[in-house]
């Protein structure tokens, strides 16, 4: 598809850059430490409040962290020299002293006419308790802390919530609570399901991030029995069906305050996928969606996401008329490459006027077609050994690919019961060579997507399940047995991703982790023996692509393209959403 009115951005970041800058809290920031907040049951947490010199009220940005309020850049749980030596560099990063782990700068907001109130979660560092393992109960701590931020006498009452990652994460449980003087939120990089979004990718058990989030979130509290703190990680690895009860995501609907949410292509694994549904899903009439490609703590401290952070509390919890209402409700950024990247505004998500197009596996051609080949094939991989399939569709012209990819796979296990399946969507350059893009935690090797399954957890899920979008149903057990050929429908990261004329789309299917994902690790994979992968004939064995059309209507007054009365759903007819479905050769 021809592109229009397209241009490509480079970023200055360099390669492997790696540069943390701290600067001093300007002196007439009043700093108080420790303050009391007194729960609802009648624990105190402990807070920090940064606000500005005077008897004038201000707006409260709050957070609720279980990483410490006063721990600085050298106790944070992630060490960002640590990461550079093994390859991930967080760029240019520049922070105030007083900036707890991916909590709001008070450095940056105070002077821009705001209070700032950090707090310790209950039982962690200096907040009294007990720590509380579900969400919903911590966010219900966090709803407290809003709503004394809001009666304290240096504050207009109106109250907003700021931060990154797990601190956005309690965001989106902390505004289902509904505390009343919560009046705008910021979830920048947050997990909506933990479950499925981090600890449980398609049934299969996440083995390495989901273990240091537990281990940091954990490392300040004060656990009722070092015993459970010691064996939850393997429970969550162990029993990861019984666990989803504990992290189920948050009624999203019902959430109707403001939202301005910030999604990375590059965070695939933990976070990605979690902050495009929660804001596909969000009920608030006022709801806006902030992407990139790139570094994500670069992006969040930078100038870019600070203003349009900034602008956006300022409307709301400020009442200033800034025109903010007017920005058109998705920024969009697409990946050319590692540093380039091109930028518009859309009207919503996933982008209207989007074609889904089915492209069929071609085991004779190794290639992807529009075409469903007529004759039956199939090739068998040994996962063990490190085998792949790899499948290729070259474009005729300009091409970009954004919104919800998903893979249809007829699969049968050689004398096993189960199987694990993992796939990879990349870029290939015309002269060959592969394209690589920023991933978790500023790893520069990065593919498009990802996407997993366990093939006994095959099952849909028909509520969060779309035509274009499968979603497995982690209740339902389906193990194969001998001789049985299923159809496996693999849901696809999101992303968005420019493919020039002449360049091409590889599908790698195999049976392990992609080195491209250094980070997000499942090490007890129940592979053995063969995967036998069906194409053709009886077998629709196809990756069905999100392809943005090349020329869209657009709202005169705005410029942007208007929603098309249907999204083109086409439906990849999911055989598997409400019962087994197989072939028995």
Request: charged share 25%; proline share 8%.
């Amino acid at each position: 598809m021809g592109s229009w009115k397209r241009v490509s951005t480079q970023d200055p970041t360099p390669l492997a850059h790696h540069c943390v800058r701290l600067y001093s809290l300007p002196s007439d920031i009043i700093v108080e430490r420790d303050v009391p907040i007194r729960m609802a049951d009648g624990t105190t947490l402990r807070a920090n409040v940064f606000r500005p010199e005077g008897a004038e009220r201000y707006p409260v940005l709050v957070c609720a962290t279980p990483y410490g309020k006063d721990a600085g850049v050298d106790d944070y749980p992630v060490s960002f020299g640590e990461l550079a030596q093994s390859g991930n560099f967080v760029g240019e990063l520049e922070l105030s002293d007083h900036t707890a782990f991916e909590a709001p700068d008070p450095g940056y907001w105070v002077p821009r006419g705001y209070a700032v109130v950090v707090a310790d979660l209950r039982g962690c560092f200096a907040s009294e308790g007990r720590p509380r393992l579900l969400l919903g109960r911590i966010a219900a701590d966090a709803a407290d802390v809003v709503e004394w931020a809001a009666e304290q006498p240096w504050s207009t009452g109106k109250v907003g919530m700021a931060g990154a990652s797990h601190l956005a994460t309690l965001q989106w449980y902390t505004a289902a609570q509904h505390p009343p003087h919560l009046a705008a939120f910021s979830p920048w990089d947050g997990i909506t399901d933990p479950f499925r979004d981090t600890l449980s990718h398609g049934g299969i058990p996440e083995t390495h991030f989901s273990s240091f989030w537990w281990r940091a979130t954990q490392r300040g509290s004060r656990s009722p029995s070092t015993s459970i703190r010691r064996i939850s990680p393997w429970l969550w690895r162990r029993f990861p069906d019984r666990c989803r009860h504990v992290v189920g995501p948050p009624p999203f609907a019902d959430i109707t305050v403001p939202a301005l949410v910030g999604a990375s292509w590059s965070d695939q694994g933990p976070r990605t996928r979690g902050s495009i549904t929660g804001f596909s899903q969000l009920g608030s009439p006022d709801k806006w969606l902030y992407t990139h490609g790139r570094k994500s703590w670069q992006m969040f401290y930078g100038v870019e996401a600070l203003d349009i952070q900034r602008r956006f509390f300022d409307r709301f919890l400020k009442g200033e008329d800034n025109g903010f209402d007017e920005t058109p409700r998705v920024r969009l950024e697409t990946r050319h490459d590692l540093r380039t990247y091109s930028e518009r505004h859309e009207s919503q998500w996933p982008i209207p006027d989007t074609r889904y197009v089915p492209l069929h596996l071609d085991h004779a051609s190794g290639g992807l077609h529009s075409e469903m080949p007529a004759e039956e094939a199939s090739v068998r991989m040994f996962p063990v050994a490190g085998d792949e399939l790899v499948f290729t569709t070259t474009f005729d012209e300009d091409t970009e690919v954004t919104g919800h990819a998903a893979l249809r796979l007829w699969v049968e296990a050689k004398d096993a019961k189960d199987m694990d399946l993992f796939v990879a969507l990349k870029k290939i350059d015309p002269a060959g060579d592969e394209v690589r893009f920023e991933g978790h935690d500023g790893f520069e090797e990065a593919v498009v997507a990802h996407g997993w399954i366990r093939v006994s957890r095959r099952a849909l899920d028909p509520e969060a399940s779309t035509a274009y979008r499968p979603v497995t149903d982690p209740a339902a057990y389906w193990p194969l047995s001998a001789g049985q050929i299923v159809p496996v429908d693999i849901e696809i990261m999101p992303h968005s991703t420019f493919f020039e004329a002449g360049s091409s789309l590889a599908l790698v299917i195999t049976g392990h982790d992609f080195d491209t994902l250094p980070d997000i690790r499942h090490n007890d994979t129940i592979n053995q023996g063969f995967h036998i992968v069906h194409a053709g004939g009886r077998f629709d064995s196809h990756l069905l692509l999100p392809v943005v059309a090349a020329e869209v209507s657009t709202d005169d007054a705005t410029g942007v393209p208007a929603a098309s009365a249907s999204l083109h759903d086409l439906p990849i007819a999911w055989g598997a959403l409400f019962g087994r479905q197989y072939v028995r050769l």
